[in-house]
């Protein structure tokens, strides 16, 4: 499984648009990018998952380069609401085990 | 759908004593998998259930049994608790898209205190 690395907090303010960038140098070809979000005592919820380019639903996009050894996940106009742990993972595509690394703590200002 | 469901929500035992966590899947996922959080960590992951059969496990030790049923839902075992047992549980469940990526959603935990 694939190793990833993205940063332990980030502040930001009600509107603004938040990217959270995490980094997977040794991502395979058959791996996935996938995006959780934690809140204090729950379980992670799903919040995007790509393979590559562009990836957007209803509350986030997913950018991921041509080399894939990062991705970024855009929360747009963020609010209060938002603040939470968000975890980066990679695994390959038939493989169901996640492992989680530190997480990053987002926390929104009003 | 209800979702990933587990139970009991909150749960207190002593030093060596069993505990056993349910779980059951949402609905059309047929693997689970059961991972401890540690208070400011994120979560383990400790084994995997898929067709009643452990599928693969994580770094703990055998105190930590499952069962998964035919009805996908499953239980955790923990025997002889110590007092750094005590975390929340997740359950999570998840099937294989048509499109190669993994659905994969958690239940809301189950908070285990080991005093």
């Known amino acids: 499984l694939a190793k990833t690395t993205q940063p332990i907090s980030m502040d930001s303010y009600e509107g603004q648009e938040v990217n959270i960038t995490c980094s997977h140098n040794n991502i395979a070809t058959n791996d996935y990018i996938t995006w959780y979000q934690q809140f204090p005592s729950q379980g992670p919820r799903f919040i995007i998952q790509?393979?590559?380019t562009k990836v957007t639903n209803e509350v986030a996009s997913l950018f991921i380069p041509a080399d894939r050894k990062s991705s970024t996940l855009s929360l747009p106009r963020v609010s209060l609401s938002d603040t939470a742990v968000y975890y980066c993972l990679v695994r390959a595509g038939s493989a169901r085990q996640l492992t989680f690394g530190s997480g990053t703590q987002l926390t929104v200002l009003p | 759908d209800a979702g990933v469901t587990q139970s009991p929500t909150h749960l207190i035992k002593t030093r060596g004593q069993q505990v056993t966590l349910r779980c059951s899947p949402k609905s059309g996922h047929d693997t689970v998998s059961w991972y401890q959080q540690a208070l400011g960590q994120g979560p383990q992951f400790i084994f995997q259930y898929y067709e009643e059969e452990e599928r693969q496990r994580g770094n703990f030790p055998d105190r930590f049994s499952g069962h998964q049923f035919p009805n996908y839902s499953s239980e955790l075992n923990v025997n002889a608790l110590l007092l750094g047992d005590s975390a929340l549980y997740l359950c999570a469940s998840s099937q294989v898209l048509a499109g190669g990526g993994i659905e994969q959603f958690f239940g809301p935990g189950t908070r285990l205190t080991v005093l």
């Open positions: 790509g393979y590559k």
